[in-house]
């Protein structure tokens, strides 16, 4: 009888230092979910400067005309059926890279930023209206989000220099399960063709003011699950509950053998 109860216990012992083990390499630790650490051990990240958005194919650009002369405003600012807000007219870029306005043909805004496009555009127009002023927003000014997040779809870039952070803000919660440390980010090719794909990771400190750091317009970002995300326990107090389930188990099992003895 001892030698049973001998027995029984080193089996006991084994099974509850096994479980332990299963539950540490299951267990989404904070390392694993927490943004911005400082550790050599995450990957580092060079900082860049800051790029702005260059136009590109197939962009869609509001345009306004400003300027004392009524009738040419009331021309230019027109509203229609494509308009994308009541205060200018939407204009597709062309495959060439121009767009066509009123009094102008052919002014070529692609590979110019924001800025650029309306010092132009105003250049063009002044031959016909010597006060113009003109001011030019970006239509599918949208960045999009997929995966493990609050919430899916597409999200406006509220402002010029929108941060991975804030983007994650605005579509809530991040799923804890979700994978931090392999960030997929979708951004159109500049020079057409295939999407650049890179990956990054989210709790690196270095990744502020990396290439990564601002999210750009037509953006993608997707948070997969953490890899064996199945086999995953998202806190302590599940793993306390899966451990005594576990030892109830695997006391009722043996208890069962030593009667059947």
């Known amino acids: 009888m001892y030698e049973c109860s001998s027995r029984y216990g080193a089996i006991v012992r084994i099974g509850i230092a096994l479980v332990w083990l299963l539950l ?3 267990c989404i630790t ?4 927490t943004y911005l650490q400082d550790s050599d051990k995450l990957p580092q990240y060079p900082k860049v400067p800051y790029t702005y958005y260059r136009i590109q194919k197939n962009d869609q650009l509001v345009i ?3 300027s004392l002369n009524e009738e040419a405003t009331a021309i230019f600012n027109m509203q229609s059926s494509s308009s994308s807000s009541t205060t200018g007219y939407t204009y597709r870029v062309y495959d060439d890279g121009t767009i ?8 070529p805004v692609a590979g110019l930023t924001i800025r650029e496009a309306s010092k132009v555009i105003e250049s063009r127009l002044k031959d016909f209206v010597p006060d113009a002023m003109v001011k030019v927003a970006l239509a599918n000014d949208n960045f999009y989000m997929l995966g493990l997040t ?3 779809g597409a999200f406006p870039l509220y402002k010029e220099k929108l941060n991975i952070f ?5 579509t ?3 799923a804890t399960n979700a994978d931090r440390k392999r960030v997929r980010l979708i951004r159109p090719n500049p020079q057409g063709g295939r999407p650049i794909v890179k990956e990054f990771d989210l709790r690196t400190i270095s990744i502020i003011d990396s290439e990564y750091y601002y999210v750009q317009p037509n953006d993608v970002l997707y948070l997969g699950p953490i890899k064996g995300d199945f086999w995953k326990i998202e806190n302590y107090s599940s793993a306390v509950g899966t451990l ?9 099992v043996l208890n069962l053998g030593l009667t059947f003895k």
């Open 100 to 107: 066509d306005i009123p009094f102008v043909d052919n002014i």
């Open 150 to 152: 609050g919430t899916k």
């Open 30 to 33: 904070n390392k694993s979910m």
């Open 244 to 252: 005594s389930t576990s030892l109830n188990f695997l006391v009722t």
């Open 166 to 170: 804030q983007a994650l803000a605005l």
């Open 172 to 174: 809530g919660n991040v």
């Open 64 to 66: 306004r005309l400003l």
């Open 24 to 26: 540490a390499s299951s």
